[in-house]
């Protein structure tokens, strides 16, 4: 019998597998690699990216892990706030003033300083929500977040604006993979806040490309991990849980003492199938929105203009924001290096609309609108690209999702949840629930294991 059985080597699962890996634990993955939508290959200085792209700094769950695993992540050199729109580059400056930049109708202006104007006072309300407070558990401080304006969309709460002032505000909102009409209006404010890096900001850039602290950890894991098992099932016993699965054509089944699901809410809701009623439905409420991304290696041979810039945010293109992974490597490097690396970003609605596409006509839209983007002769610069994609990527908050937040945290007396759906802070979400599930599998194996060696004490009775 196994100590724990992880269902899931996402960021989450080996994040739990770290955490347990002085206990007997069997990471159980059903695809061909770790890292889930963690997702990058190195090319000599340089990585392609197609997954999660940006990881919480110093005091974060994510900070504690690379520091353990010895990753080194970087504050991201260059400006994160840069915008192209109607033929205008905006390279950086306050957010506040692009409606006076950028080339637009005069209600287009009005409708976005109106809506600007109501989303900066959510910032303020928001920052005040997040904000940590003495005393308090990480549980209790989620929830919160959660409850904050999750009556309505963001959609309802900034009005109908028109096609350029919409444009604008959906470029941010839907990086969360949701729709301005699907986002709760507390989910679109701390999206913002999130981007103008307003308190647990996601700012850091793994050196080397994100995959470099996945396959370190599953380095360090070693055949702990199995790829190709497919979980078919996970129910309980009486001191113990039971893992069916198929594995190279074979079904299999492993026993554990405890459980730890850190798959997608969908996959969890599917093999947990003795899970209390209230937390299998509450499963199966969490919505998801694609993402749809393309990374681009390049060998140009001088400067670009580009190059002290990180995000560039794309209204009405056929991606939310183009992403200079060369930055870190600019941020270091003394004289220019040759070559560079971008990661184009298709999320919510714009993935859905590529979804379905070859990877030829995906890599041609976004080399296109990119090209277009950037200027200077860019794809003629490009010499790799490779597209990836996500049906089932990122959670979404949604009107109502705070109601399920209790139920989910529960967990069972053995199996227990971890994901990014369980938090507000995508890859930092992952992290902290993986350690958090980490913790509640390890206290409850010390405590079995201190059972099993206490002696037996027997009572004498007498008349």
Not at 400 to 420: I, N
């Amino acid at each position: 019998m196994k100590d724990v059985v992880i269902i899931g080597a996402g960021l989450a699962g080996l994040s739990a597998g770290w955490r347990l890996r002085h206990w007997d634990t069997l990471l159980l993955e059903a695809g061909d690699r770790v890292g889930g939508r963690i997702r990058s290959e190195r090319r000599g200085a340089y990585w392609l990216n197609w997954g999660g792209h940006v990881f919480a700094g110093a005091g974060s769950s994510t900070d504690a892990l690379l520091n353990e695993v010895g990753v080194t992540a970087v504050q991201i050199p260059g400006s994160l706030q840069a915008l192209s729109m109607n033929g205008k580059f905006i390279r950086e400056g306050h957010i506040a003033t692009y409606p006076f930049r950028i080339p637009m109708s005069l209600t287009s202006r009005i409708d976005t300083l109106r809506a600007g104007l109501k989303v900066v006072a959510g910032v303020a309300k928001y920052t005040g929500v997040v904000r940590k407070r003495s005393g308090e558990s990480g549980a209790t401080r989620q929830q919160r977040i959660y409850d904050f304006e999750n009556d309505s969309s963001f959609q309802d709460f900034i009005g109908n604006l028109s096609e350029d002032a919409a444009a604008l505000f959906k470029t941010t909102v839907t990086r969360s993979a949701g729709d301005m009409d699907q986002i709760s209006a507390g989910a679109g404010i701390g999206y913002f806040s999130l981007v103008l890096g307003i308190g647990q900001g996601l700012s850091q850039g793994i050196v080397g490309g994100p995959s470099t602290l996945t396959e370190s950890v599953a380095a360090a894991l070693g055949d702990r991990i199995q790829l190709g098992a497919a979980v078919q099932e996970v129910t309980h016993k009486k001191n113990s849980v039971l893992v069916r699965y198929t594995q190279g054509g074979a079904e299999r089944e492993v026993e554990a003492r405890t459980v730890i699901l850190a798959t997608t809410a969908d996959v969890s809701h599917k093999i947990g199938v003795d899970l209390p009623e209230e937390l299998r439905d509450a499963l199966g409420q969490i919505k998801y929105g694609p993402h749809v991304s393309t990374a681009f290696l390049t060998n140009e041979t001088t400067a670009r203009p580009w190059d002290d810039i990180y995000a560039i945010a794309a209204p009405k293109r056929s991606f939310a924001i183009a992403l200079n992974q060369a930055s870190i490597v600019r941020g270091t490097e003394s004289v220019r290096k040759p070559g560079g690396s971008f990661m184009t970003f298709s999320p919510a609605s714009l993935g859905r609309a590529l979804l379905e596409k070859s990877d030829e006509e995906v890599i041609a839209t976004h080399l296109a609108d990119l090209d277009q983007v950037l200027g200077h002769g860019f794809a003629d610069s490009v010499v790799e690209a490779k597209t990836d994609r996500w049906k089932v990527a990122s959670p979404y908050c949604f009107p109502g999702r705070a109601k399920l937040q209790s139920t989910l945290m529960r967990g069972t007396d053995r199996v227990f949840l971890a994901g990014d759906f369980l938090g507000t802070l995508y890859t930092e979400s992952s992290i902290t629930t993986g350690f958090s599930a980490a913790q509640e599998a390890a206290s409850l194996l010390a405590t079995d294991k201190q059972r099993a060696a206490a002696p037996t004490l027997h009572l004498a009775t007498g008349t």
